[in-house]
């Protein structure tokens, strides 16, 4: 657990996943398909440590998704509640990196909005900056 003036981090439990998405409803640009119960589940069974939580004094203060495939490092779902932002909430959850580098991650990449300028600001700040020559194609399953 990292601590920085009463921020802790940690990884998030089932238990955890109302708050979580309490948090997103205020905190997140948009919504996903899988911001439910059962989503946030899932991810912390599947992988434990990938959903990580800051908390300030007991209060969840921001999240981030730290997911590692064996191949590639993604960082996706950072959010801050917009009271904690430009307090080191971000920073503290984007130390996630540290996680790759353990697993043996060579490069890491983070799933941003186009529209959310905010966001840009935020991770370019991190050291990341867009790549223009992929796209990312989904389909619903």
Excluded at 29 to 44: H, K, M, N, P, Y
Excluded at 67 to 73: A, E, I, S, T, V
Excluded at 102 to 129: K, P
Aim: charged share 25%; hydrophobic share 45%.
């Amino acid at each position: 657990m990292a601590a920085m003036n009463h921020l802790s981090t940690r990884s998030a439990t089932a238990a955890d996943a109302d708050r979580v998405l309490a948090l997103w409803k205020v905190a997140a640009e948009g919504t996903s398909i899988s911001d439910d119960g059962d989503g946030v589940a899932r991810l912390v069974e599947r992988d434990p440590d990938a959903l990580i939580l800051a908390e300030r004094d007991g209060e969840l203060v921001g999240t981030v998704i730290a997911g590692f495939d064996g191949w590639r490092c993604h960082l996706y779902r950072l959010a801050v509640h917009p009271e904690q932002r430009r307090r080191g909430v971000g920073g503290a959850l984007v130390a996630a990196e540290e996680r790759f580098a353990a697993l043996g991650g060579r490069r890491a990449d983070a799933m941003v909005l186009d529209r959310n300028d905010l966001a840009h600001r935020a991770w370019r700040a991190a050291g990341y900056g867009p790549q223009p020559q992929w796209s990312r194609w989904v389909k619903h399953l």
